[in-house]
């Protein structure tokens, strides 16, 4: 069967393949006596539980502001910073923090978010969401030049009781000077050529208290330790368009990619004269794994929308119902 060559034995290669495939047939059978080291079945990702406003009352109280229902499942809570006036390239930005809360079917809440947060308030922010329980999985910029210097922190957390988060959360926006009140309710008109931006992404908009916004659902299944994590817990591209007179806007937003996508993601925003901000993850441990891509970019509105609308299209993204 061998033959000998500098002390060592070899094997003939048909025997070999015959060996390892008797060796792998436990494996791949399955079952038997040999199948215990069989890698044992995936367990189902746990799915969000169907809520409805009032089931979020409490969280709502603690804080101290109502959020808004989303995918049926997300409860939505935003802290506008109204005090903090950013602008950057000569457009006044008015930004702010979230935090979306589901429920699951295993009876634990999740919480995931994104905090606006000045420079000299970043290290106080992080400390506060740590000693509250919860997770920062990322610290970036959104914007380019621009004053004040602004971070974001995206932050993560569960537990049984959504009560502990939301207290979690409260503290940490208690170390900075994000208002403790809503701001006003206010719906001015869109000043931008709405239809033709709208034909050119082949999407609905939203008004944001005067500010167009669009957001596309990523195609796959997201999950993140196991649970299944609906797109209005951050997994999708936004995009705003700021409007600034005679049809032109400012553009920003993010991109959700995934790693194969990333290159022709940015090489479409750079084609259609779309700076870069940043590229970065959210989260740490989402499956798969997501990449976003911040931009900015000031210039007629509809010829935005047709250079974003490339960028969106080298996505497996489709627009949010």
Do not use: C
Not at 289 to 309: E, K, Q, S
């Amino acid at each position: 069967m061998a033959v000998q060559d500098n002390g060592d034995v070899r094997v003939d290669p048909s025997r070999r393949r015959l060996l390892m495939a008797a060796a792998a047939a436990p494996v791949l059978a399955g079952a038997g006596p040999g199948a215990a080291s069989a890698e044992p079945a995936r367990l189902q990702p746990v799915m969000p539980s169907s809520t409805v406003e009032s089931d979020w009352s409490k969280v709502a109280e603690i804080l101290g502001r109502a959020g808004t229902m989303a995918d049926d499942s997300v409860y939505r809570v935003r802290f506008a910073r109204q005090d903090l006036p950013v602008i950057t390239y000569g457009v006044t930005l008015f930004l702010g923090s979230y935090a979306a809360f589901a429920r699951y079917d295993d009876g634990r809440t999740l919480v995931m978010g994104s905090m606006a947060v000045t420079e000299t308030e970043l290290q106080h922010a992080t400390d506060a969401l740590h000693a509250g329980g919860l997770e920062v999985t990322a610290v970036h910029k959104h914007l380019l030049a621009h004053e004040p210097a602004m971070w974001w922190t995206h932050f993560h957390g569960h537990a049984e009781d959504p009560v502990d988060l939301a207290r979690s959360v409260s503290a940490a926006l208690a170390v900075t000077t994000t208002p403790s009140a809503p701001p006003a309710a206010s719906q001015p008109r869109v000043d931008l050529d709405v239809p033709a931006i709208e034909d050119a992404l082949n999407a609905r908009g939203v008004n944001d208290s005067g500010i167009l916004r669009f957001t596309f659902n990523r195609g796959e299944t997201i999950t993140d330790h196991g649970r299944v994590l609906p797109p209005a817990t951050g997994m999708t591209t936004l995009l705003s368009f700021y409007p600034l007179g005679d049809r032109r806007a400012a553009v920003n937003g993010d991109l959700a990619m995934t790693a194969g996508e990333v290159r022709n993601v940015l090489t479409a925003l750079r084609r259609g004269g779309i700076d870069i901000v940043e590229l970065h993850n959210h989260g740490l441990t989402e499956e798969p794994r997501l990449f976003f891509a911040h931009f900015w970019a000031i210039g007629d509105g509809v010829t935005l929308a047709r250079a974003l609308r490339a960028a969106v299209d080298a996505t497996n993204t489709g627009p949010a119902a």
